[in-house]
């Protein structure tokens, strides 16, 4: 664990690289098996990340279960533990994951596989500023946020709040004002969400897609 650093789980949400369910919006641009060959890629990617940064242990926390095969073989490659989101809606899942690590750890931080320049020094970074704060976040240019970062579980941050939307973000800073949390917020990054947000993504992934090479092979 890195100095100066609290002891601090990192939790990847993630679905099933499947055609039809991971990454349905980029299906126009990339076909569903090739959106699905891009959430496996992403899925590497978040896990590699969040080994490398040595902040505590790493849980792969699936929908819509633990079951695929390319779920149980990614959290063994990486050494984390898999577990399932539950049912809910996004909010229910993030609090109901929080509060099993918080339970256990002194912070937690939570991650999708959308955004890749979430990588080991930013989750590092996340983590120092829990040193300070009651929480931390990464916003996303598209107004919602791709890292959230706990050192307790609070329902007010999450309860009811209205999802996929472009005020995501700022609907987030009015709860931690009136819950009179201090929070901390890192440059924002791309989500890769939208067949426009594929710029965002490295260069050689690009050029994998482009050659129709399996894209879930690396880190």
Known sequence: MPAGVMHTAVIVFA????????????????????????????LQHALAQAVAAGLGPVELCAAPDTT???????????????GAQGEGDLGERMHRAFTRHLAQHEAALLMGTDAPALDATRLHEAALALQQHDAVFVPALDGGYALVGLRRADARVFAGMRWSHAQVMEDTRRRLREAGLRWAELPAVADVDEPADLVHLPAEWRDM???????????
């Not at 499947?18 to 959430?39: D, H, M």
């Not at 779920?71 to 984390?80: D, E, F, I, K, N």
């Not at 897609?209 to 690396?218: F, K, Q, S, V, Y």
């Open 68 to 82: 695929h095969p390319a779920l149980q073989a990614a959290a063994a490659r990486w050494g984390a533990t898999l």
């Open 15 to 42: 679905k099933a690289p499947v055609p039809g369910l991971a990454k349905t919006r980029l299906a126009p641009a990339l076909g569903a098996e090739g959106a699905a060959a891009l959430a496996a890629r992403m």
């Open 209 to 219: 897609l482009e050659a129709g090479t399996p894209a879930g092979r690396g880190a």
